[in-house]
Structure formats: structure tokens, C-alpha cells
């Protein structure tokens, strides 16, 4: 089996974005079967030249998906051109779980700011953030970042793996801008906000609107009864 054919296989199959580490090991034995001799440097030349081939080979029109790097790995999704028609058959399926709006908002000002603490987030959002903050480390959508160096050191907060694989993020720099991120919210997540909630988003919120397959889509709402908020002010910090 050729090298192109094995690593589109291992791509098509993983469930995760798999790294070049990952491929290498996977892949090093019938490389050095059919080329012996050949070192670690020039079998992960290889690895790269043959995914950099299979990238721009899924990039054409052709193909309704697409290669693309995601949280530090290779893994195939839709392209944005075939978002809709995806989007259609998704809504058809019973979406794994949802954020409600105050997770939404709260995990968008982490995105955005982070590392932030609760206080900072409190403030932000004019209400108290605790509750929300302890269910969005429950789904591991955000993880702690030491203290703060300031009275009282405070925890911080940053978005972690997982978040940057529920929305197909490379990395937090392909955030998108407060404008994409209402605009989704808008047409994606309004219609299920649970009963009481508030239908409009702080200019402060964003988060990322751009989303690399609708199964990615779908992952990124939640089955979630956020505890009631009570406003910051009322909260000591």
C-alpha cells in the first residue's frame, strides 16, 4: 500500500485530529520495509510532503471535504461551500447536547480574554459567572491556567482541547470576530435557548461562528440547566 492511500485511510478514520507523531508511528514499518536504512528525519519528510499532497488534492472542487489541521492534528471535514446541505441532514439528527445563552456568552468571553478569572468574567457579563464556569470545566470546554498574581489569586481560566475541536479550530488565533459570532448565534442557537432566556448577546460575547463539519456543529450545543445567575453586584467577589 502506498503512503498517500495508508495516511488518507488513517485521517478518514481517526475520531480525533491525529498528529504527525501519531502518523509516524503508524506508518514507520512498511516505510522501513520497503526502504531500508532510511532514518526517522527523512520517513517525517516524507509524512509531511505526502499530507501537504493529499491537502491540496482535497482542496479542489472535486471534493465535497477537506484535509485540514486542527488542534495540533490532520483530520477531514466538510467544506464551508457544503455547510448548508450538511446542516439540513444534522438538524434531522439529535444533537449530542447544548450550551444555553449564559454559556455561550461566558465561554466567548473566556475565548476572547483569556486568561481571565470569574470576577473579570462577572464583570464583563453584569452577572455572577461561577455556575456557568463550573459547568463548562464539567464538559471540559475550558480548563484552569494557574492563579493571578493579584489579592486573593485568583483561578484563571482558558479554553482548552477540546473547545478548539467542538468548534475546528487550529488554534485560538482563527477566532473569528464578534460579528460572525452573534451572526451564527443568531441563526444557530436562538431558536433553542431554554424558556427565560434572553434572546440578545453582550457586545462582549464572541465566539467562534466558523465550524469546520456540522457534526462539529451540532457538538457544540448542550443539554445544560444553568443555575440561576444573580447579578454581579450582588455577589461579593
Do not use: C, W
Not at 493571578?148 to 477540546?162: D, F, N, Q, W
Amino acid at each position: 500500500m502506498s503512503l498517500r492511500a495508508q495516511l488518507e485511510a488513517i485521517i478518514y478514520a481517526a475520531e480525533t485530529p491525529i498528529s504527525l507523531d501519531q502518523i509516524f508511528l503508524l506508518v514507520k514499518e512498511s516505510l522501513l520495509a520497503g526502504t531500508p536504512g532510511i532514518d526517522a528525519a527523512e520517513i517525517k519528510s516524507r509524512i509531511r510532503a505526502t499530507l501537504e499532497e493529499l491537502i491540496a488534492d482535497y482542496s479542489g472542487a472535486a471534493h465535497g471535504i477537506e484535509i485540514r489541521q486542527v488542534a495540533g492534528g490532520y483530520r477531514m471535514s466538510t467544506k464551508p461551500d457544503q455547510h448548508d446541505v450538511v446542516r439540513a441532514f444534522a438538524k434531522t439528527l439529535k444533537p449530542p447536547f447544548r450550551l444555553s445563552l449564559p454559556a455561550l456568552e461566558t465561554l466567548a468571553v473566556v475565548a476572547y480574554k483569556q486568561p481571565v478569572t470569574v470576577p473579570e468574567i462577572s464583570e464583563i457579563r453584569g452577572v455572577d459567572s461561577g455556575g456557568v464556569i463550573a459547568t463548562l470545566l464539567d464538559r471540559k470546554l475550558i480548563t484552569t491556567a494557574g492563579r493571578k498574581a493579584v489579592i486573593g489569586r485568583p483561578i484563571l481560566y482558558r479554553t482548552s482541547k477540546e473547545f478548539l475541536l467542538r468548534f475546528g479550530l487550529k488554534d485560538v488565533n482563527e477566532l473569528p470576530s464578534m460579528e460572525e459570532f452573534e451572526k451564527l448565534l443568531a441563526e444557530s442557537f436562538q431558536s433553542d435557548l431554554l424558556p427565560g432566556e434572553g434572546t440578545t448577546v453582550e457586545a462582549s460575547s464572541s465566539s467562534p461562528s466558523t465550524v469546520e463539519d456540522d457534526s462539529s456543529e451540532v457538538e457544540s450545543t448542550a443539554e445544560i440547566a444553568e443555575e440561576t445567575e444573580t447579578p454581579a453586584s450582588t455577589k461579593p467577589e
